[in-house]
Antibody
Framework: QVQLQESGPGLVKPSGTLSLTCAVSGGSISSSNWWSWVRQPPGKGLEWIGEIYHSGSTNYNPSLKSRVTISVDKSKNQFSLKLSSVTAADTAVYFC???????????????WGQGTLVTVSS | SYELTQPPSVSVSPGQTASITCSGDKLGDKYACWYQQKPGQSPVLVIYLDTKRPSGIPERFSGTNSGNTATLTISGTQAMDEADYYCQAWDSSTVVFGGGTKLTVL
């Protein structure tokens, strides 16, 4: 059974860049799955950030697209998130997740990491 | 951009049936899925491709999707089902979540 584990700084300064990594175990990142980032501000709902395929193809949330970069490292079986020019509004629990169904209408998340809280504050 | 609308809260008595709706333009032409999230935990998939239950999800969870509305139904609701529930769909290479529904079992 695949497992995902997020890692990265828990505190980022305003105007800085948030960087997180999701390590995948129990499965290959080069499988037929897409891999995604989702965030959840404290006390609020889920927000999709974007996703990547092992080929490097990406899809991003239009509202975040100008600030987001998602990349994949097949040699380390992991993928990463960079979010630039962060503000307090980017404070959230960030989850990584595995996508089933591809980038199609059949899309759903079947496995999730435990999530990591990132706070944007000086 | 595509939007999914859920009621903020639903209440149900133990043993009764809870229904949580998710509305979106022509949602029935897409696939809907549902996640359960308990406080401090990651979301858990409970329904995918409108009606399918992942392994390990109790049979009391079921889903439908037609017209503009997808519905998650929990039959014989138990106290352990108290949680936030989110619907999700895919539209034009974008993943969309509903705003979430807090299910209270009282």
């Amino acid at each position: 059974q695949v497992q995902l584990q997020e890692s990265g700084p828990g505190l980022v300064k305003p105007s800085g860049t948030l960087s997180l990594t999701c390590a995948v175990s129990g499965g290959s990142i080069s499988s037929s799955n897409w891999w995604s980032w989702v965030r959840q501000p404290p006390g609020k709902g889920l927000e999709w950030i974007g996703e990547i395929y092992h080929s490097g193809s990406t899809n991003y949330n239009p509202s975040l697209k100008s600030r987001v970069t998602i990349s994949v490292d097949k040699s380390k079986n992991q993928f990463s998130l960079k979010l630039s020019s962060v503000t307090a509004a980017d404070t959230a629990v960030y989850f990584c997740a595995r996508v089933e169904g591809g980038s199609t209408v059949k899309h759903y998340f079947d496995s999730w990491g435990q999530g990591t809280l990132v706070t944007v504050s000086s | 951009s595509y939007e999914l609308t859920q009621p903020p809260s639903v209440s149900v008595s133990p043993g009764q049936t809870a229904s949580i709706t998710c509305s979106g333009d022509k949602l029935g032409d897409k696939y809907a899925c549902w996640y359960q999230q308990k406080p401090g935990q990651s979301p858990v998939l409970v329904i995918y491709l409108d009606t399918k239950r992942p392994s390990g999800i109790p049979e009391r969870f079921s889903g439908t999707n037609s017209g503009n509305t997808a519905t998650l139904t929990i039959s014989g609701t138990q106290a352990m089902d108290e949680a936030d529930y989110y619907c999700q769909a895919w539209d034009s290479s974008t993943v969309v979540f509903g705003g979430g529904t807090k299910l209270t079992v009282l």
